[in-house]
């Protein structure tokens, strides 16, 4: 038997359905993704994947990302963006659902 | 045994898409027959019959074989007699033993009604008269009437009992299991019950198997209560439990920490006349080693030697275990030499055991010699063993030395533990390896440790936890970084550091990356007044020195206090002033984060006794700021280790956040004016000064 777990964010399914459920995107995050639908995990993923592909990382400063035209676009039109703030930025394109 | 066949589940699940493509992609007969030819049972003989819709086709096995397999689709009972026709007057071969047949029916169980099971065999038996079912058949139809999960009462499961005692075969043993076990697995535990008492009023009683199985399964799911009834009914059928039946009950009733009743069974149990044996010994140290109480383990283990009971390679790990649980990591570390001695081989989970005690105590640098240890004497550490270590070294604040086992951990492909994963990734953010975070993030995923929801909630939460501490860095007035810096120097240029400052890392991240801001205003304020408050330190370490630092050099404190010893030495008359809150404070501080876990062994009577305005002028003040700094940094720490383990329950979490801030605020106004009264007396100070 296992004792009192703390409960995880993966036992929240509002939590979880908010990741992984397919949205339909903005018409910018399509162009990026190259789907027209996607979850905001697998945005954050893509995104993600397309700094480390790419090399978007300052080299001084790993955790600064140069943002490239094409980041850029999706990312607020910021240059530089720190990798702390990723997250926040891809929910930026992911508003809450209004409860059914 | 009655169980379904796997083979024959992956046979009829296949067929089913495959039906389900040939209807989505053709309509027509023929290449429905292609399709059907080029399906994964191809190599079988298909007999398909396709839903009531479409008319009946004659489905004429494509290849012959000597045992064909037959797929029931529908559970009409009119559809499956006439399959069953087609198979005999298109086989002239058909084997002759009653499996075949079995199977056949236990095909058209999986899909009908048990009442149209009972018919289709009475049908084969009288359409095909070498066929005589036998005790296998029968049970394919008992299992089939206890596996409905809703079933109200047991009248389907004595109609097939009937028929099996009509048939010849009366229930036996194995026809009990059978329908415990199955009726159990759908958690019809009440019918289970009745079951065998009908059964064992039946002169047919559950062997001992059946039986623990019953207790066993009853235990986990049913009241206690419910448990002790059962037994009882069943001692009047003359079934009684047995020593396993009561270890079952013990590991059961330790497992709820229900230990009043588990020396109540033991007392039972000597009354049955059975001796304790090494099993059942095992599960009471379990016990309470859940309770993380260490002196009963070593009791139980005293015990077994006194009753002469051979303790096994898991008595010692239990007890190594529980020890180490309970911080008794000395005597854990003797019952590993005991353990050797005795030609117990100490194994991972012996080792692991024995590592999370010590990273407990904050000894992971002891752990991860342990690890080159238990390696040399060819024990392989296991994933838990890495985990155990890493969580461990984050949380000493090595994150070198934890980073190094994480590429360790990387090579041989270990997967990484909800737990440890966490800690390692805050530990990253702490010192702004954001980048390296992301990369751990990117392995936990790669390497299926976690699922990409729990992943991914993780790392933003770490990060939302990084940037609010930030923030409140950035927010926390007056005091810029470089006043932090100066705080640094203040500690790099200490020598001799004692007890509390013993490693320099474990202080430092933290100022580096500000990430508790609130606390370090306080420290580089102290820092500000280095001069009086070196001096203060050092009048606080040797009362008798004469304040002849008056002027900087700022940083003399060549022996910084330590809480319990220095200002306890002090205590008798000390030049007690304000300013010695910020450094009093401070020390408590430091300490914690120095030697995490140790505190309370450190007592601090004397800041209390001391004569200081502020501290006198609050009750239990003392307690009050180890109260307020404890669980400042133990909320802050439970935060951090909670950031993926969000509670579901949004109120509680608010509550702690509300109780959190509230004493901060405390703290802070406690602090504040504190830090007023030692500004007035500086600037009162430069006045006499400048005066002289």
Known sequence: ?100 | MGKLPQAFRRAASQSAVSTLLNSNASSSSSSSIQEQIASPISNRQSHKKNSNKKPIKNNLPTTKSNTPSVIFESPKLSDAKTLFNSIISSNKTLPSEPSFYSSILQSFSSVSSVQDSILFLNHMIKTYPPFSPNRFTYHVLLVQSCSSPDEQSLSSVHNVLNLMTNGGFPPNQVSTDLAVRTLCGCGREEHAIELVKELSDRNSPPDAYTYNFLVRHLVKNRSLSTVNCFIKDMGEFGVKPDLVTYTIMIDNVCNSKNLREATRLLGVLSEEGYKPDCYVYNTIMKGYCMLSQGANVIEVYKKMQDEGVEPDKYTYNTLIFGLSKSGRLKEAKKFLRVMNERGHLPDAVTYTSLMNGMCREGDALGALALLGEMEEKGCSPNSCTYNTLLHGLCKARLLDKGLELYGLMKKVDIKLETGSYGTFLRALCRNGRVAEAYEVFDYAIESKSLSDVAAYSTLETTLKWLRKAREQGKSSSGYSVSKFCTWELFDVEMKDPPSPFNSKTKIFPIFKNQILPTRFTLHSHAAATGGLISQHAASIRNPAAPSSHATPPLLTVTQPPSPSASVAANNPKPPFTPYHFPIVLLLLVSHRFGTPGDTSSHPTPSVADSTSPIFCSREETSERTMDCVDPIINEEVDDIENTDMIATNDDVQKAKRAKTSQVWKHIEETLMSAIKVEDELCSQGDKKELER
């Open chain 1, 1 to 100: 038997m296992l004792p009192p777990l703390k409960k995880a964010v993966t036992d929240n399914p509002k939590k979880v359905a908010n990741l992984i459920d397919l949205v339909n995107l903005p018409s910018i995050l399509r162009e990026f993704m190259g789907q027209s639908q996607s979850s905001q995990l697998n945005c954050f993923r893509r995104v993600w994947s397309y700094i480390k592909e790419n090399n978007l990382q300052d080299p001084i400063n790993k955790n600064v990302v140069n943002c490239d035209e094409k980041l850029k676009g999706i990312l607020l039109g910021k240059s530089k963006i720190e990798l702390t703030e990723l997250p926040v930025l891809v929910k930026l394109h992911f508003p809450k659902q209004p409860p059914k």
